[in-house]
């Protein structure tokens, strides 16, 4: 089975990449983890501009009306240039939350707030670094208040709109929160990858709105996740080339003992590897854009192959990346820690390698006995 991207998705894929070429280099990268921005604000404004935070949403709500697969091609270079901007938790998450589950209400309030850029999400799950059951959540909702404590949220600093995963009467149900609102506060948490800053958020009777159904949350949740990995697994794809790059350019130009360091075979077959690994992922990561915008019912098997294939091909191309650069590729003044920062980062979201083997040996365990 064959699956490719249209021209006309090729030339999105373009447009975004040359923009965050020109506008987003490591520069700004270091300028947010180095300062006190939660996000690049400008660089935000270009891709909201480029309509880029709206390929996904209904032109009756300000996007462009396109869909998944445009979503994925965006992706793809926002991890290329490593930008450090809110892409997955606003515009792979929350937003997407609010398309699939938000009333017309909610869709009319949010979405043309979200497109523009005026409006940044984020999904609130965690509640501390042990991962918990739905049924087990220690924030609450009731009487359309929210109270407890979620940490660590990814751009949670950043947000003005967090989606939230809470306990009920009727079961975990998932709501939505202005966080510019009474009942909110919030501080930042330490992390490995301070251009994408999170923050521990708490809620004292905050007011919520329900978002879908009331004891869904959890469906709701595995939803989003199994939508989100795949996009994910593009921007990882477009992240690890971007270290490979580097690694080759660097061996390149880099000689020892009179010959280029890319000429040694062992800096030959790290940097295959990496490449391998790359189209590995990026194998899977098609079939899962192909499932995704068909709505196919191999998405849950798709997206968990999409989602390890990407975290591995990220991390090691990163990693080699390091080791390709020698000493200098340990050191802060150099790039390649960049994007192993950002591969460590986008590893852990959504649930980690672990979390989604496993949902890879049921989706084809469900498979085999069907």
């Not at 590897?273 to 790359?278: E, M, N, S, T, V």
């Not at 990407?310 to 390091?322: L, R």
Request: glycine share 10%; net charge neutral.
């Amino acid at each position: 089975m064959e699956f490719d991207f249209s021209d006309d998705q090729k030339l999105l894929k373009d447009q975004v990449q040359r923009f965050l070429h020109d506008k987003s280099p490591l520069t700004v990268v270091r300028r947010v983890m180095e300062g006190s921005e939660t996000y690049a604000a400008d660089v935000w404004r270009g891709l909201a501009d480029l309509g880029a935070l709206g390929v996904a949403v209904p032109e009756a709500f300000g996007g462009m009306g396109l869909g998944a697969l445009e979503l994925c091609v965006v992706a793809e270079e926002v991890g290329r240039s490593c930008a450090p901007v809110p892409f997955q938790s606003s515009v792979c998450l929350a937003t997407d939350a609010v398309v699939q589950f938000g009333s017309d209400a909610q869709k009319a309030k949010w979405l043309p707030l979200l497109v523009a850029g005026k409006a940044i999400g984020t999904l609130a799950v965690a509640e501390g670094a042990r991962r918990k059951p739905a049924s087990q959540l220690a924030t609450t909702f009731a009487n359309d208040k929210l109270t407890g404590l979620k940490t660590p949220v990814l751009d949670g600093e950043a947000a003005t709109l967090a989606i939230v995963l809470a306990g009920g009467p009727a079961g975990p149900t998932m709501v939505l929160v202005d966080l510019t609102a009474n009942g909110v506060s919030r501080k930042r948490v330490e992390t490995i990858d301070p251009a994408r800053k999170q923050a521990e958020i708490v809620f004292e009777g905050a007011a919520a709105d329900v978002l879908g159904e009331r004891g869904a949350g959890a469906r709701q949740l595995d939803t989003l996740h199994q939508r989100a990995a795949v996009v994910a697994a593009f921007e990882q794809i477009g992240g690890a080339e971007a270290a490979l790059y580097m690694a080759r350019d660097f061996a390149l130009e880099r000689y020892a003992f009179g010959r280029q360091i890319g000429s040694y075979q062992a800096i030959k077959h790290k940097l295959a590897d990496a490449y391998i690994k790359i189209e590995l992922a990026r194998s899977n990561a098609y079939y899962g854009a192909m499932m995704l915008a068909s709505g196919g019912a191999d998405l849950p098997l798709a997206a968990a192959a999409s989602r390890v294939a990407g975290i591995e091909a990220y991390e090691y191309a990163s990693k080699e990346n390091i080791q390709t650069h020698g000493g200098i590729g340990f050191t802060y003044a150099a790039d390649p820690h960049l994007h192993y920062r950002r591969s460590r980062l986008l590893a852990l979201t959504l649930g980690g390698s672990t979390v989604w083997k496993n949902r890879l040996v049921t989706a084809l365990e469900k498979r085999n006995a069907a």
